[in-house]
T-cell receptor, first 116, second 113 residues
Framework: GAGVSQSPRYKVTKRGQDVALRCDPISGHVSLYWYRQALGQGPEFLTYFNYEAQQDKSGLPNDRFSAERPEGSISTLTIQRTEQRDSAMYRC??????????????FGPGTRLTVL | SQQGEEDPQALSIQEGENATMNCSYKTSINNLQWYRQNSGRGLVHLILIRSNEREKHSGRLRVTLDTSKKSSSLLITASRAADTASYFCATPNSGGSNYKLTFGKGTLLTVNP
């Protein structure tokens, strides 16, 4: 079946603009995660949803970053007033949690954000 | 902060050779996972090994886990050019936030044809 999809794949924006990054998880997956990956580094956790509830946003760097998943499926990560340091690959993942186990997170292709 | 650290940072081998990558971590874990990242593609989950397992196989992949040394290794046998990628180890946080994966910086593997 279809995997996790993200759009756009590439986004170039000017400093100060707002951007919205979209994630469409695997159908039926109730858990959704956002990570950010700088060049030469591993992904770093941003936030986590269980259905539509944002359970953990401890990784969001500041209040310019927000995420929502209003219907428990598609999620949007929004960055307001972008800064050059926001440039990175933003990755979304989803999983189908089972009681008592750590489930495999399936990652999308990512959105490469460049802030000029 | 990074939980896992892969070693070496980069590895270049010839097709057909075996490739070994290592991962060290700092805190107690209940499992450790390996991911592969190809150029232009997403992260692909390769294998998960639980803390009560010492070795696990999947095709040409062999993963070991030594919880006393807080280390894991990923062995790729009979490598192919298509194995060229970055390989990351990842560990979930302990306690109630085990969904939060912490990744290392990765090992860049180049398999030369």
């Amino acid at each position: 079946g279809a995997g996790v999809s993200q759009s756009p794949r590439y986004k170039v924006t000017k400093r100060g603009q707002d951007v919205a990054l979209r994630c469409d998880p695997i159908s039926g997956h109730v858990s959704l995660y956002w990570y950010r990956q700088a060049l030469g580094q591993g992904p770093e956790f941003l936030t986590y949803f269980n259905y539509e509830a944002q359970q953990d946003k401890s990784g969001l760097p500041n209040d310019r970053f927000s995420a929502e998943r209003p219907e428990g499926s598609i999620s949007t990560l929004t960055i307001q007033r972008t800064e050059q340091r926001d440039s990175a690959m933003y990755r979304c993942a989803s999983s189908l949690p089972r009681p008592g186990s750590t489930d495999t997170q399936y990652f999308g292709p990512g959105t490469r954000l460049t802030v000029l | 902060s990074q939980q896992g650290e892969e070693d070496p940072q980069a590895l270049s081998i010839q097709e057909g050779e075996n490739a070994t990558m290592n991962c060290s971590y700092k805190t107690s874990i209940n499992n450790l996972q390996w991911y592969r990242q190809n150029s232009g593609r997403g992260l692909v989950h390769l294998i998960l090994i639980r803390s009560n397992e010492r070795e696990k196989h999947s095709g040409r992949l062999r993963v070991t886990l030594d919880t006393s040394k807080k280390s894991s290794s990923l062995l790729i046998t009979a490598s192919r050019a298509a194995d060229t990628a970055s390989y990351f180890c990842a560990t979930p946080n302990s306690g109630g936030s085990n969904y939060k994966l912490t990744f290392g910086k990765g090992t860049l593997l180049t398999v030369n044809p």
